[in-house]
């Protein structure tokens, strides 16, 4: 795997990054928790463990290849969080701080933590990359792509993004689910992050936008293979900007109703909230079970329950989740952007 990654891993740092001589770059991973070795299953826990060991290769190959070029290089594996948007520990915190380029190959997400947007403040550069594998880094995968025609694909949707006062998105699965976007301004993950204090996830390939706080309503459905571990179509019904009910799913189903409800009480409100609008970009990206992948598949659409307030929104949470809706259908005022997953070129000019 080493041989078959190392030019991708480089062209991350110098080419995504755009490390710089002189700077250093933290690698991070977390480790199981003894309730997840004992809670999760055979698969999930082989495939923590591989991406521990993933990020441990990606230091190694950097610390071979361009070590004299830079000032330090560290592989920091911490404990698991247990969950994205939750907050890594204080040692781990601290050293994002102190690293120019954290490269975060994680399971659970840091991206919409205290720890992250501290980082960022003080001008470091973080690729989040929960869930990142292998098959990534592989010639024609998802980092692999052509990073001009995507930033700039994917930067005219979010200006369309900014400028839209309403989304419907449908899909024939069942999805059908109407937001509101007055005076939010989108973004563009576009895979570069060599500017102080930018960052986003990688692979890279989606505009996003946080719809605005108690207007989404509807139903959205996430079909099966399009969730990890998802073998039963999993419904989520909208109400007021917030989720109201869970419906199937399986295990996938009974896992996020126990994070929303206590008994019959909001466990936590705010992990209800209608967080995210976003729409895939990347061309290369095509494996629907992966989270970090599949909401970048160029044609896709994705909805994120739980916090907001690092993309624009007002709604802090200690979750941020994702569910990504292949071959959907997207309304901005009425107008077509997006026809059962296929983009319309003329709107995007």
Known sequence: MKDVIAESVLRMVKGNMGVKEGENVLVLADVPSIPEWKGKSLESLQDFVSRLMLARTVSGIIQEEISGFLSGVKFHPYPSCGGSGREPDSETSQLMKAYDVILAMTTHSLTHTVARSEATALGRRVASMPGVTAEMFYPEGALFA??????????????????????????????????????????????????????????????????????????????????????????????????????????????????????????????????????????????????????????????????????????????????VVPNATLYLDGVCLMKDGVLDTECLG
């Open 146 to 323: 052509d990073l001009v025609p995507m930033k700039e694909e994917t930067e005219r949707i979010a200006r369309i993004l900014t400028g839209a006062s309403s989304a419907r998105v449908v899909s024939k699965n069942g999805t059908d689910l109407h937001l509101s976007l007055k005076g939010r301004s989108a973004k563009a993950d576009t895979g570069v992050l060599d500017a102080p204090g930018a960052w986003g996830n990688l692979p890279a390939g989606e505009a996003y936008i946080a719809p605005l706080e108690g207007t989404c309503e509807g139903v959205l459905v996430v079909s099966a293979g399009w969730y990890p571990e998802l073998e039963r179509p999993l419904t989520i019904t909208f109400k007021k900007g917030a989720v109201t009910e869970v419906e199937g799913g399986g295990r996938v189903g009974e896992g996020l109703r126990e994070l929303l409800e206590s008994g019959m009480e909001p466990r936590f409100p705010e992990r209800r909230n209608c967080a995210e609008l976003g729409i895939g970009t990347n061309p290369c990206a095509t494996r629907p079970d992966n989270l970090l992948e599949a909401e970048k598949i160029r044609g896709t659409v994705h909805i994120a329950i739980g916090d907001s307030s690092h993309m624009g929104g007002k709604v802090s949470a200690d979750v941020h989740e994702d569910f």
